[in-house]
Nanobody, 118 residues
Framework: QVQLVESGGGLVQAGDSLRLSCVVS????????MGWFRQAPGKEREFVAD????????NSADSVKGRFTISKDNAKNTVYLQMNSLKPEDTAVYYC???????????WGQGTQVTVSS
């Protein structure tokens, strides 16, 4: 089993920064990639960014390119999402997720609320 615990959310003003953390525990050796997703009120959950454990290759959504950066610390089994220049439209519950190779994201954290005021 794999457990994911997010932290770092909060209430900030537009233009501020936040860093989210996701600590992974359990059978982490089988994990291929980690991702961040978000869900705003009344909207579907959407992809934000992901990173592979071994190579560190990253992908991110166009809406956050240049503002958000995903990174990892393998020694700490932790994935980060550095969010800069936050906008009110970034307000959402942010979820960390993990997947094995050739699999969908099967493991999810409980989510952390990010609220950006204008």
């Amino acid at each position: 089993q794999v457990q994911l615990v997010e932290s770092g959310g909060g209430l900030v003003q537009a233009g501020d920064s936040l860093r989210l953390s996701c600590v992974v525990s359990g059978y982490t050796f089988s994990m291929y990639a980690m991702g961040w997703f978000r869900q705003a009120p009344g909207k579907e959950r959407e992809f934000v960014a992901d990173i592979t454990w071994s190579s560190g290759r990253t992908n991110s959504a166009d809406s956050v390119k240049g503002r958000f950066t995903i990174s990892k610390d393998n020694a700490k089994n932790t994935v980060y999402l550095q969010m800069n220049s936050l906008k009110p439209e970034d307000t959402a519950v942010y979820y960390c997720a993990a997947r094995r190779r050739n699999s969908q994201y099967d493991y999810w954290g409980q989510g952390t609320q990010v609220t950006v005021s204008s």
